[in-house]
Protein backbone atom coordinates (compact mmCIF):
# COMPACT_ATOMS: atom_id res chain seq x y z
CA UNK A 1 0.00 0.00 0.00
CA UNK A 2 1.23 3.34 -0.78
CA UNK A 3 2.17 5.86 1.72
CA UNK A 4 2.85 9.21 2.15
CA UNK A 5 4.44 10.90 5.63
CA UNK A 6 4.85 14.42 6.22
CA UNK A 7 6.44 16.61 8.73
CA UNK A 8 6.43 18.47 10.56
CA UNK A 9 2.59 18.01 11.34
CA UNK A 10 2.91 21.84 12.52
CA UNK A 11 4.99 24.89 12.18
CA UNK A 12 4.91 28.81 13.23
CA UNK A 13 6.99 30.82 12.05
CA UNK A 14 7.28 34.90 11.83
CA UNK A 15 6.80 36.82 8.83
CA UNK A 16 10.49 36.62 6.88
CA UNK A 17 11.52 33.47 7.82
CA UNK A 18 12.19 31.02 5.74
CA UNK A 19 10.21 27.40 6.43
CA UNK A 20 11.18 23.79 4.65
CA UNK A 21 8.42 21.21 4.16
CA UNK A 22 9.06 17.87 4.03
CA UNK A 23 7.28 14.42 2.47
CA UNK A 24 8.46 11.14 2.42
CA UNK A 25 6.91 7.98 0.72
CA UNK A 26 6.33 4.43 -0.29
CA UNK A 27 5.13 3.44 -3.49
CA UNK A 28 4.36 0.31 -5.61
CA UNK A 29 4.35 2.48 -8.83
CA UNK A 30 5.50 6.01 -8.88
CA UNK A 31 4.15 8.17 -11.17
CA UNK A 32 4.63 11.35 -9.98
CA UNK A 33 4.78 13.44 -6.28
CA UNK A 34 2.44 16.65 -5.88
CA UNK A 35 2.52 19.39 -3.56
CA UNK A 36 -0.94 21.70 -2.72
CA UNK A 37 -1.82 24.55 -0.53
CA UNK A 38 -5.43 23.93 1.25
CA UNK A 39 -6.83 27.35 2.47
CA UNK A 40 -10.57 26.44 3.10
CA UNK A 41 -11.72 24.03 1.23
CA UNK A 42 -10.05 23.09 -2.42
CA UNK A 43 -6.29 22.03 -2.16
CA UNK A 44 -4.86 24.13 -4.80
CA UNK A 45 -2.41 22.78 -6.94
CA UNK A 46 1.61 23.99 -6.37
CA UNK A 47 4.02 21.80 -8.16
CA UNK A 48 3.81 18.40 -9.78
CA UNK A 49 7.80 16.51 -10.03
CA UNK A 50 8.54 13.43 -11.55
CA UNK A 51 12.34 13.30 -12.12
CA UNK A 52 15.22 13.74 -9.24
CA UNK A 53 16.91 16.90 -9.33
CA UNK A 54 15.23 18.67 -10.71
CA UNK A 55 13.87 22.09 -8.84
CA UNK A 56 10.50 23.08 -9.49
CA UNK A 57 9.96 26.91 -8.87
CA UNK A 58 7.14 29.92 -8.43
CA UNK A 59 7.89 32.72 -6.92
CA UNK A 60 8.92 32.35 -3.08
CA UNK A 61 8.03 28.74 -3.52
CA UNK A 62 10.00 26.04 -5.00
CA UNK A 63 10.32 22.66 -4.36
CA UNK A 64 12.21 19.24 -5.54
CA UNK A 65 12.31 15.24 -5.27
CA UNK A 66 14.82 12.42 -4.75
CA UNK A 67 13.69 9.84 -6.14
CA UNK A 68 16.13 7.24 -4.67
CA UNK A 69 15.90 8.16 -1.17
CA UNK A 70 11.88 8.55 -1.71
CA UNK A 71 11.43 12.38 -0.26
CA UNK A 72 10.75 15.52 -1.89
CA UNK A 73 10.63 18.83 -0.15
CA UNK A 74 8.41 22.29 -0.18
CA UNK A 75 10.59 25.74 0.61
CA UNK A 76 8.76 28.96 0.92
CA UNK A 77 11.14 31.95 1.13
CA UNK A 78 10.28 35.52 2.92
CA UNK A 79 7.22 34.11 4.11
CA UNK A 80 3.99 35.80 4.12
CA UNK A 81 0.89 35.64 6.67
CA UNK A 82 -0.81 35.06 2.90
CA UNK A 83 0.87 31.68 3.39
CA UNK A 84 -0.73 30.45 6.28
CA UNK A 85 -2.50 27.01 5.06
CA UNK A 86 -2.06 23.45 5.13
CA UNK A 87 0.29 22.14 2.38
CA UNK A 88 -0.65 18.74 1.42
CA UNK A 89 2.08 16.13 -0.65
CA UNK A 90 0.21 13.42 -2.53
CA UNK A 91 1.56 10.24 -4.17
CA UNK A 92 0.59 9.77 -7.66
CA UNK A 93 0.59 5.80 -8.28
CA UNK A 94 -0.88 3.37 -10.19
CA UNK A 95 -4.54 4.26 -12.42
CA UNK A 96 -4.20 8.30 -11.37
CA UNK A 97 -4.60 7.99 -8.00
CA UNK A 98 -3.60 10.23 -5.21
CA UNK A 99 -2.53 8.77 -2.33
CA UNK A 100 -2.33 11.90 0.56
CA UNK A 101 -0.59 12.75 3.38
CA UNK A 102 -1.76 14.26 6.73
CA UNK A 103 -0.50 17.81 5.81
CA UNK A 104 1.77 20.55 7.75
CA UNK A 105 -0.43 23.09 8.92
CA UNK A 106 1.81 26.26 8.63
CA UNK A 107 0.71 29.22 10.63
CA UNK A 108 2.96 32.90 9.37
CA UNK A 109 2.58 35.36 12.07
CA UNK A 110 3.26 38.92 11.49
CA UNK B 1 -5.78 24.02 -16.32
CA UNK B 2 -9.78 22.74 -15.95
CA UNK B 3 -12.13 24.85 -13.61
CA UNK B 4 -14.25 22.24 -11.71
CA UNK B 5 -17.21 23.43 -9.92
CA UNK B 6 -19.48 21.80 -7.77
CA UNK B 7 -23.54 21.74 -5.69
CA UNK B 8 -24.10 22.44 -3.79
CA UNK B 9 -21.07 23.65 -1.68
CA UNK B 10 -22.88 22.81 1.41
CA UNK B 11 -25.65 21.02 3.86
CA UNK B 12 -27.10 20.25 6.80
CA UNK B 13 -28.84 16.73 6.06
CA UNK B 14 -31.05 14.48 9.02
CA UNK B 15 -29.54 11.10 9.91
CA UNK B 16 -31.32 8.32 7.27
CA UNK B 17 -31.54 10.72 4.42
CA UNK B 18 -29.47 10.66 1.45
CA UNK B 19 -27.74 13.53 -0.72
CA UNK B 20 -26.58 14.22 -4.04
CA UNK B 21 -23.31 16.09 -4.93
CA UNK B 22 -22.78 17.24 -8.50
CA UNK B 23 -19.64 17.95 -10.02
CA UNK B 24 -19.01 19.99 -13.44
CA UNK B 25 -15.73 19.87 -15.27
CA UNK B 26 -15.48 22.96 -17.96
CA UNK B 27 -13.50 20.91 -20.25
CA UNK B 28 -13.09 16.97 -21.46
CA UNK B 29 -11.27 15.56 -18.59
CA UNK B 30 -11.09 11.47 -18.67
CA UNK B 31 -9.86 10.39 -14.99
CA UNK B 32 -12.41 12.04 -12.06
CA UNK B 33 -12.51 10.81 -8.28
CA UNK B 34 -14.33 11.45 -5.55
CA UNK B 35 -12.64 12.54 -1.87
CA UNK B 36 -13.68 12.38 1.27
CA UNK B 37 -12.02 14.88 4.60
CA UNK B 38 -13.39 14.31 7.30
CA UNK B 39 -12.44 17.26 9.93
CA UNK B 40 -8.67 17.49 10.61
CA UNK B 41 -7.96 14.79 8.19
CA UNK B 42 -6.59 14.29 5.01
CA UNK B 43 -8.44 13.35 1.96
CA UNK B 44 -9.04 10.00 0.84
CA UNK B 45 -10.01 8.68 -2.12
CA UNK B 46 -13.42 7.20 -2.40
CA UNK B 47 -13.87 5.80 -5.80
CA UNK B 48 -12.57 6.85 -9.60
CA UNK B 49 -15.94 7.71 -11.52
CA UNK B 50 -15.62 5.85 -15.06
CA UNK B 51 -17.12 7.13 -17.57
CA UNK B 52 -19.48 4.81 -19.24
CA UNK B 53 -19.18 2.28 -16.36
CA UNK B 54 -19.36 1.25 -12.99
CA UNK B 55 -16.87 3.66 -10.71
CA UNK B 56 -13.95 2.03 -9.17
CA UNK B 57 -14.23 2.28 -5.12
CA UNK B 58 -11.32 2.09 -2.79
CA UNK B 59 -11.50 -0.23 0.06
CA UNK B 60 -13.84 0.70 2.81
CA UNK B 61 -16.26 2.16 0.18
CA UNK B 62 -19.14 0.39 -0.76
CA UNK B 63 -21.18 1.34 -4.14
CA UNK B 64 -24.63 0.95 -2.31
CA UNK B 65 -23.45 3.46 0.08
CA UNK B 66 -21.64 5.71 -2.15
CA UNK B 67 -23.28 5.71 -5.62
CA UNK B 68 -21.58 7.44 -8.50
CA UNK B 69 -22.47 8.28 -11.98
CA UNK B 70 -20.66 9.35 -14.46
CA UNK B 71 -22.31 9.91 -17.90
CA UNK B 72 -19.89 12.04 -19.66
CA UNK B 73 -16.43 13.31 -19.72
CA UNK B 74 -17.62 16.48 -18.08
CA UNK B 75 -19.73 15.37 -15.39
CA UNK B 76 -20.52 13.15 -12.26
CA UNK B 77 -22.33 13.00 -9.66
CA UNK B 78 -21.72 11.15 -5.71
CA UNK B 79 -24.53 10.53 -3.84
CA UNK B 80 -23.98 9.79 0.40
CA UNK B 81 -27.01 7.51 1.07
CA UNK B 82 -28.55 6.60 4.55
CA UNK B 83 -26.49 9.35 5.87
CA UNK B 84 -25.46 9.19 9.59
CA UNK B 85 -23.42 12.01 11.84
CA UNK B 86 -20.31 9.68 10.73
CA UNK B 87 -20.79 11.07 7.25
CA UNK B 88 -20.03 14.55 7.91
CA UNK B 89 -17.23 15.55 5.87
CA UNK B 90 -16.24 17.79 3.14
CA UNK B 91 -16.52 15.93 0.15
CA UNK B 92 -14.27 17.02 -3.16
CA UNK B 93 -14.24 16.38 -6.52
CA UNK B 94 -10.99 16.10 -8.87
CA UNK B 95 -10.09 16.07 -12.55
CA UNK B 96 -7.21 15.37 -14.59
CA UNK B 97 -5.12 18.43 -15.30
CA UNK B 98 -5.64 18.90 -19.36
CA UNK B 99 -2.66 20.21 -19.49
CA UNK B 100 -1.26 16.70 -21.01
CA UNK B 101 0.15 15.87 -18.18
CA UNK B 102 -2.73 13.33 -16.97
CA UNK B 103 -1.64 13.05 -12.75
CA UNK B 104 -2.45 16.77 -12.24
CA UNK B 105 -5.47 17.17 -10.65
CA UNK B 106 -7.81 19.68 -9.88
CA UNK B 107 -9.81 19.93 -7.38
CA UNK B 108 -13.43 21.30 -7.13
CA UNK B 109 -14.31 23.59 -4.36
CA UNK B 110 -15.67 21.07 -2.04
CA UNK B 111 -19.15 20.19 -0.48
CA UNK B 112 -19.54 20.59 3.32
CA UNK B 113 -21.73 18.24 4.51
CA UNK B 114 -22.96 17.80 8.48
CA UNK B 115 -25.26 15.60 9.21
CA UNK B 116 -27.85 15.35 12.71
Known amino acids: EDKVVQSPLSLVVHEGDTVTLNCSYEVTNFRSLLWYKQEKKAPTFLFMLTSSGIEKKSGRLSSILDKKELFSILNITATQTGDSAVYLC??????????FGKGTLLTVNP | SAVISQKPSRDICQRGTSLTIQCQVD?????MFWYRQQPGQSLTLIAT?????????ESGFVIDKFPISRPNLTFSTLTVSNMSPEDSSIYLCSGEGGRGEEDEQFFGPGTRLTVL
Open chain 2, 49 to 57: ANQGSEATY
Open chain 1, 90 to 99: ALGGSNYKLT
Open chain 2, 27 to 31: SQVTM
